[in-house]
């Protein structure tokens, strides 16, 4: 079988860090997948050229209408 010579996967997006791990966590080590790196709000995956990025985004800030009125 020939390896892959570039990556075709890159950021994956979701509100809860630990139901995305849960989902796909098992899948990509499965896959052959390996943790590079961990951080707080997410994790990155290698196997052979391609990286996959599960991550959860920061929670915005609150919006308020207080300093511009209603519109």
Same mark, same amino acid.
Do not use: E
């Given at each position: 079988?020939? $390896? &892959?010579? =570039?990556g075709? *996967? =890159? =950021? ?7 139901? +995305?791990?849960? %989902?796909?966590?098992?899948?990509? $080590?499965?896959?052959?997948? @390996? +943790? !590079? $790196? %961990?951080?707080?709000?997410?994790? %990155?995956?290698? *196997?052979?050229?391609?990286? *996959?990025l *599960?991550? !959860? &985004?920061?929670? !915005?800030?609150? @919006? %308020?209408?207080?300093? @511009?009125?209603?519109?």
């Amino acid at each position: 079988m020939n $390896q &892959p010579t =570039h990556g075709a *996967l =890159h =950021h994956i997006w979701g509100t809860d860090l630990d139901r +995305v791990l849960a %989902s796909l966590g098992w899948l990509l $080590q499965t896959l052959g997948y @390996t +943790v !590079s $790196q %961990s951080w707080d709000t997410g994790r %990155s995956w290698l *196997l052979w050229p391609t990286y *996959l990025l *599960l991550d !959860s &985004p920061l929670p !915005s800030p609150p @919006t %308020s209408t207080a300093a @511009t009125g209603p519109r």
